[in-house]
């Protein structure tokens, strides 16, 4: 008689699996691993995290929100669960509303107070921040995010954009 020695993934297997195809672009296919994951263990903050992150990706905000706020709560001073908690409060950038907007800029100013270095906020902040019609904070936001990654050409486009702006109402002004 044989025995079975194939046991199911550990969660960190699925975690691992899951991370590639998340850094594919694959964050469907990834949903099913990391909700297996967060069923073995519910209080795992890589697999809260990363379940609310590809929810975020896939937009389903609303599931993502009560899993990162587990994960906040869980590990407070951890960046990344503010960072991805914030572009979860953020939903669709196109529709959110004043609220939205607000919470996502609290939690990405957590993630930056934690860590003012963390990928992207400063440039997703800019962006809010174009959103809200306050231009002299997104061009500091995306100061920030030019400094922080030099290679962001994103962030030095909307900068020349917003600064040439800036200058045209100058200009307007005398």
């Known amino acids: 008689m044989t025995r079975d020695t194939k046991r199911p993934p ?27 994951a967060y069923e073995i263990d519910a209080q795992s903050v890589p697999a809260l995290i990363n379940l609310g992150a590809a929810y975020t990706l896939t937009g389903r905000h609303g599931e993502a929100v009560p899993l990162l706020e587990t994960a906040r709560d869980l590990e407070p001073r951890n960046p990344m669960v503010w960072v991805n908690l914030g572009a979860a409060y953020l939903g669709n950038p196109v529709l959110a509303s004043d609220k939205q907007q607000l919470r996502a800029i609290d939690a990405f100013e957590t993630a930056l107070g934690l860590d003012p270095a963390s990928p992207n906020v400063h440039y ?13 904070l997104a061009i500091a936001a995306f100061c920030q995010a030019a400094d922080v990654d030099p290679a962001d050409s994103d962030a030095r486009r909307w900068l020349r954009k917003l600064q040439a702006e800036e200058e045209g109402e100058v200009e307007h002004a005398s």
């Open 10 to 36: 550990e969660p960190k297997q699925l975690l691992n699996q899951a991370a590639k195809l998340l850094a594919e672009g694959k964050a469907q296919m990834a949903i099913p691993l990391l909700e297996r």
């Open 124 to 136: 997703n902040l800019g962006l809010i921040y174009v959103d809200r019609a306050e231009p002299d």
